[in-house]
Protein backbone atom coordinates (compact mmCIF):
# COMPACT_ATOMS: atom_id res chain seq x y z
CA UNK A 1 0.00 0.00 0.00
CA UNK A 2 1.38 3.15 -0.94
CA UNK A 3 0.28 6.80 0.48
CA UNK A 4 0.61 9.90 -1.87
CA UNK A 5 0.88 13.17 -0.48
CA UNK A 6 -1.77 15.80 -2.48
CA UNK A 7 -3.08 19.25 -2.48
CA UNK A 8 -6.33 20.47 -3.44
CA UNK A 9 -7.83 23.79 -4.45
CA UNK A 10 -11.11 25.63 -2.40
CA UNK A 11 -13.34 23.44 -4.46
CA UNK A 12 -11.89 19.80 -2.95
CA UNK A 13 -10.16 19.14 -6.60
CA UNK A 14 -7.01 18.00 -6.97
CA UNK A 15 -3.86 20.36 -7.67
CA UNK A 16 -0.97 19.16 -9.83
CA UNK A 17 2.49 19.82 -8.18
CA UNK A 18 5.28 21.17 -10.32
CA UNK A 19 8.55 20.10 -8.85
CA UNK A 20 11.16 22.40 -10.26
CA UNK A 21 14.63 21.59 -11.18
CA UNK A 22 15.85 23.38 -7.60
CA UNK A 23 13.25 21.14 -5.80
CA UNK A 24 14.18 17.96 -7.40
CA UNK A 25 17.27 17.12 -5.17
CA UNK A 26 15.02 17.54 -1.89
CA UNK A 27 11.30 15.22 -3.97
CA UNK A 28 12.85 12.32 -2.47
CA UNK A 29 13.49 12.69 1.10
CA UNK A 30 9.74 14.99 1.13
CA UNK A 31 7.51 12.98 -1.38
CA UNK A 32 5.90 11.50 1.38
CA UNK A 33 5.41 14.95 3.63
CA UNK A 34 2.39 16.82 3.38
CA UNK A 35 4.63 19.67 4.80
CA UNK A 36 6.84 19.51 1.28
CA UNK A 37 4.08 18.53 -1.07
CA UNK A 38 2.29 21.86 0.16
CA UNK A 39 5.64 24.23 -0.32
CA UNK A 40 5.69 23.26 -4.10
CA UNK A 41 4.08 25.14 -6.67
CA UNK A 42 0.44 24.51 -7.43
CA UNK A 43 -1.93 24.53 -10.71
CA UNK A 44 -5.17 23.06 -12.14
CA UNK A 45 -4.59 21.73 -15.65
CA UNK A 46 -7.61 21.93 -17.85
CA UNK A 47 -9.24 18.62 -19.37
CA UNK A 48 -6.77 16.10 -17.17
CA UNK A 49 -8.76 12.60 -17.40
CA UNK A 50 -10.72 12.79 -13.84
CA UNK A 51 -9.56 9.97 -11.09
CA UNK A 52 -6.15 10.70 -11.16
CA UNK A 53 -3.19 12.86 -9.16
CA UNK A 54 -1.04 14.63 -11.42
CA UNK A 55 2.45 15.81 -10.86
CA UNK A 56 4.80 17.87 -13.30
CA UNK A 57 8.51 17.14 -13.92
CA UNK A 58 11.58 18.62 -15.28
CA UNK A 59 13.74 16.76 -17.83
CA UNK A 60 17.44 16.97 -17.78
CA UNK A 61 20.06 15.66 -19.91
CA UNK A 62 19.23 14.06 -23.51
CA UNK A 63 18.39 10.49 -22.68
CA UNK A 64 14.82 11.34 -23.78
CA UNK A 65 15.50 12.79 -27.17
CA UNK A 66 13.08 13.62 -29.34
CA UNK A 67 11.35 14.93 -26.38
CA UNK A 68 13.97 18.14 -25.58
CA UNK A 69 15.91 18.52 -22.89
CA UNK A 70 14.35 21.23 -20.25
CA UNK A 71 10.74 19.97 -20.95
CA UNK A 72 8.08 19.61 -18.43
CA UNK A 73 6.27 15.95 -17.98
CA UNK A 74 3.40 15.58 -16.71
CA UNK A 75 2.11 12.70 -15.24
CA UNK A 76 -0.42 10.34 -13.22
CA UNK A 77 0.40 8.86 -10.39
CA UNK A 78 1.04 5.04 -10.75
CA UNK A 79 -0.66 3.19 -7.23
CA UNK A 80 -0.28 -0.43 -8.89
CA UNK A 81 2.78 -1.16 -10.47
CA UNK A 82 1.34 -4.54 -11.71
CA UNK A 83 -0.57 -2.71 -14.04
CA UNK A 84 2.17 -1.55 -15.80
CA UNK A 85 2.30 -2.34 -19.49
CA UNK A 86 5.46 -3.17 -21.38
CA UNK A 87 7.53 0.36 -22.50
CA UNK A 88 5.63 2.75 -20.65
CA UNK A 89 6.88 6.09 -20.45
CA UNK A 90 7.17 6.60 -16.66
CA UNK A 91 9.35 9.04 -14.55
CA UNK A 92 10.39 6.75 -11.91
CA UNK A 93 11.32 8.33 -8.58
CA UNK A 94 14.11 6.20 -7.36
CA UNK A 95 16.59 6.01 -4.32
CA UNK A 96 20.18 6.27 -4.35
CA UNK A 97 22.07 8.65 -6.39
CA UNK A 98 19.46 9.77 -9.17
CA UNK A 99 16.65 11.69 -7.56
CA UNK A 100 14.47 10.45 -10.81
CA UNK A 101 14.53 9.15 -14.49
CA UNK A 102 11.96 9.78 -17.28
CA UNK A 103 12.59 6.55 -18.96
CA UNK A 104 10.28 3.77 -20.87
CA UNK A 105 9.93 1.11 -17.52
CA UNK A 106 8.86 -2.87 -18.23
CA UNK A 107 8.38 -4.89 -16.03
CA UNK A 108 11.73 -7.24 -15.45
CA UNK A 109 12.18 -10.61 -13.97
CA UNK A 110 14.67 -8.44 -11.21
CA UNK A 111 12.77 -5.27 -11.13
CA UNK A 112 12.20 -2.63 -13.48
CA UNK A 113 13.57 -2.63 -16.76
CA UNK A 114 14.62 1.21 -17.34
CA UNK A 115 15.30 2.37 -21.16
CA UNK A 116 15.91 5.74 -22.58
CA UNK A 117 14.22 6.48 -25.73
CA UNK A 118 17.95 7.85 -27.06
CA UNK A 119 19.31 4.59 -28.44
CA UNK A 120 22.72 5.58 -27.48
CA UNK A 121 21.77 4.97 -23.90
CA UNK A 122 21.90 1.25 -22.78
CA UNK A 123 18.88 -0.56 -20.79
CA UNK A 124 19.21 -1.18 -17.20
CA UNK A 125 17.33 -3.04 -14.26
CA UNK A 126 16.52 -1.38 -11.08
CA UNK A 127 15.20 -3.15 -8.20
CA UNK A 128 11.93 -2.78 -6.96
CA UNK A 129 13.20 -2.03 -3.71
CA UNK A 130 14.99 1.03 -5.13
CA UNK A 131 11.74 2.80 -6.77
CA UNK A 132 9.70 4.91 -4.58
CA UNK A 133 7.04 6.58 -6.77
CA UNK A 134 5.84 5.75 -10.61
CA UNK A 135 4.55 8.15 -12.61
CA UNK A 136 3.38 7.12 -15.76
CA UNK A 137 3.70 9.85 -18.44
CA UNK A 138 0.55 12.42 -20.08
CA UNK A 139 2.27 14.65 -21.92
CA UNK A 140 5.08 17.24 -22.18
CA UNK A 141 5.22 20.52 -22.34
CA UNK A 142 8.36 22.79 -24.04
CA UNK A 143 9.67 25.73 -25.13
CA UNK A 144 11.59 23.82 -28.28
CA UNK A 145 10.02 21.77 -30.71
CA UNK A 146 11.65 18.30 -30.81
CA UNK A 147 13.83 17.75 -34.20
CA UNK A 148 13.57 13.85 -35.43
CA UNK A 149 16.01 15.21 -38.19
CA UNK A 150 18.91 15.56 -35.62
CA UNK A 151 18.21 12.27 -34.03
CA UNK A 152 18.12 10.58 -37.22
CA UNK A 153 21.71 12.04 -38.54
CA UNK A 154 23.09 11.23 -35.12
CA UNK A 155 21.93 7.61 -35.00
CA UNK A 156 23.26 7.26 -38.49
CA UNK A 157 26.46 8.85 -38.03
CA UNK A 158 26.66 6.43 -34.89
CA UNK A 159 25.67 3.27 -37.61
CA UNK A 160 28.50 4.49 -39.71
CA UNK A 161 31.15 4.78 -36.89
CA UNK A 162 29.94 1.89 -35.44
CA UNK A 163 30.53 -0.26 -39.03
CA UNK A 164 33.69 1.39 -39.35
CA UNK A 165 34.88 -0.06 -36.28
CA UNK A 166 33.62 -3.67 -37.18
CA UNK A 167 35.63 -3.05 -40.65
CA UNK A 168 38.69 -2.03 -38.73
CA UNK A 169 38.29 -5.15 -35.95
CA UNK A 170 38.01 -7.57 -38.93
CA UNK A 171 40.89 -6.37 -40.94
CA UNK A 172 43.04 -6.82 -37.35
CA UNK A 173 42.04 -10.01 -36.81
CA UNK A 174 43.55 -11.33 -40.04
Given at each position: ?71 DVLCRYLQDWST ?55 SFQSKNVPEIHD ?5 GTVNEILAEIKV ?7
Amino acid sequence: MRILAITVDKSNKENVEYVPVKAKAGYRAGYSDPNYISSLPKFTYPNLPSGGTYRMFPTMGDSMLPIPEGSDVLCRYLQDWSTLKPDTLCIAILKGEQDFVFKRVSLHEEGLRMESLNPIYKPYVVPISDVLELWEYYSFQSKNVPEIHDLQQISGTVNEILAEIKVLRSRNKV
